[in-house]
Every structure is written in C-alpha cells, then in structure tokens.
C-alpha cells in the first residue's frame, strides 16, 4: 500500500474497513511537532451503499476523521431477544433467527454452522419455514434466510451507481487537484427522490490510530501484560475504542515487535510476562570489573 498514490474502498463490513483503515494509518509518520509527513499521508476513498442509502467519504490519515474517529456514525447492529425468538416471534426474521441460533445448536450439537455451505443454509430454511407454519407467519423465503443469517441487504443498482460516480470523482480531483475535494462526508439518501448531503466532521485529536500517540503511563516494574491492559483502558476510558478497537493490541518498539497478534503471535507471547529492561537491569545488576 506504501507504493499505492490513493486507495479507494468498496467493502462490505465495517471490520474490513477499519482493517484498511489501520494499514493506511500505520503508514502515517509525524514530524517532531506533532504534525503529519504529508509524504506519507495516502488518502483512502470510501463508497458504501445499503437499499437506497449510501455514502462516499474522503480519509486524509492525519487531516481528517478516519473511521476509528467516527465510529459512532454507524449504527449497532440490529439483535433480537433470545425470549421473542424461543416463546414468541412475530416476523420471518424472528423464525430465520431462531433456527439459526438455537434450532441448529439443539438439533445438530457439535457441528459448526456454516453459512457459506448452501446444505446448512437449506437445513436454516426448512427449520424456520416450519416455525413460521407454525405460528402463523409468512415470508420465509431462502433469500430472506440468507440476508439475516448474512445481514445482507439487497443492494439497489442505482444506488450503487450513484456512490461509484461520487467514489471516482473524488479520486480523479485528489489525483489531478482540477478541484477542490469532498469535505469529508456525503450522504447519499434515494428512498423517496434523490438527496443528498454534504457534512464536515471533526477528527478526534487523540484517536489511537491517526494520531501522534496517546500517552499511557506505566510503572518501572510493570510487565508487557499490565502495559497491554493499560493501553486498552486508557483507550476505553477516553472513548476511543468503540467496537473494541483495541481489544488485545499488539506493540512494537523501535520497529521490534515486542507483542504481535495474529500470525506471529507464538513468536512473541513469551515477551507479555517480562519487565522492561532497565528494571530487569536494576533487579539483577551486572557483575562489577575486576581488577
């Protein structure tokens, strides 16, 4: 990504987005006085649609919000009462639910449900038809299944045009600055005629990613572990982990990982027990000079 001019975004998750929202951030260096390298600034594009709703936003890492700034933009992700779906469900979602969390685990216990394997989304279908016959509710349908199982909503061929347009407008403004660009957020709403609206958000002074650093402090005798806690709950406290975005953080210093999630993980979990150097030096002084 270092090599790329700007990225621009079509994804459907918001943890993919924060995903690239991260690398493009980590890219990000500062000179002494806090400000961004713009050398290193690599702008990301964002589109996103949902029915007749969309957006298209334009990310600056260091200038504007980025998505961990603006994490309250989007909504939590709709749930439903395990009580409604076990005693008393009222909609075909409710049903598809029901098959899919609890049915499935009663009827098929020890086997993983998979919602890319058409067999297990099938067997969803059938469960939750039964259960809608019985409670008199209609509409059970296998696409319906597969848009809650997945939380996919259908996308709108408009729409989707719409967002695309605004997406390569504001690349080709950022890659020959014949315009000014978007500043930073456009709603794009298509329900009942075509509006749209143009908002300037801030960006959070201390986000955890866009950031020169948030300062975290730490005792002399504090292990890996303690720091990795206090990094999470200074985070949390001050608001910016929303979603747990530093749910088991991973550290570096010096370029080193001291602590790295994922695929180096087993390389590097012996490090959270220890202390820092200088403790360790001062624990267990070296030997004085001989003669």
Same mark, same amino acid.
């Given at each position: =990504? ?14 993919? /987005? ?6 493009a951030c980590a890219l990000l260096a500062f000179h ?15 589109? !996103? ?12 890492? !260091? ?32 049903? $598809? ?8 685990? /009663? ?23 039964? /259960? ?7 509409g059970v349908t296998p696409a319906l299944t597969a848009?809650?199982?997945?939380? $996919? ?19 080709? @403004? ?6 000014? !660009?978007?500043?930073? =957020?456009?709603? =794009?709403?298509?329900?009942? !005629? ?64 001291? =602590? ?13 027990? @220890? ?17």
């Amino acid at each position: =990504y270092a090599s790329f001019h700007l990225i621009v975004l079509g994804l459907d998750s918001l943890e993919a /987005r924060r995903w690239m929202n991260a690398a493009a951030c980590a890219l990000l260096a500062f000179h002494p006085n806090g400000q961004p390298d713009l050398g290193t600034v690599k702008p990301l594009i964002d589109g !996103g649609t949902e029915g007749f709703k969309g957006h298209a936003r334009v990310i600056l890492p !260091g200038h504007t919000p980025c998505f961990e700034c603006t994490l309250w933009l989007f909504p939590p992700q709709v749930t439903y009462p395990l009580c409604t779906l076990a005693e008393t469900p009222r909609s075909p979602a409710h049903c $598809i639910e029901w098959a899919h969390l609890l049915e499935w685990g /009663r009827a098929r216990p020890g086997e993983e449900f998979d919602p890319d394997a058409p067999d297990h989304m099938a067997w969803v279908h059938a469960a939750a038809a039964a /259960r809608a016959a019985q409670h008199g509710i209609e509409g059970v349908t296998p696409a319906l299944t597969a848009g809650v199982v997945k939380n $996919i909503v259908p996308a709108i061929a408009s729409t989707n045009a719409v967002v695309a347009a605004a997406c390569a407008l504001e690349a080709v @403004k950022l890659v020959t600055l014949a315009a000014p !660009g978007l500043d930073n =957020y456009l709603l =794009y709403a298509g329900g009942e !005629g075509a509006y749209s609206h143009t908002a300037s958000y801030d960006r959070d002074e201390g986000c955890v990613l866009c950031s020169p650093g948030v300062p975290v402090e730490a005792g002399p005798g504090d292990t890996l572990a303690t720091f990795l806690a206090a990094v999470s709950a200074s985070a949390a406290l001050a608001g910016r982990a929303k979603g747990g975005a530093l749910a088991g953080p991973s550290i570096s210093l010096n370029g080193t990982p001291l =602590y790295a999630k994922g695929a180096f993980e087993a390389d590097t979990a012996g490090n959270v027990g @220890k202390v820092g150097r200088r403790e360790r030096e001062r624990a267990s002084p070296p030997p004085l000079p001989g003669p």
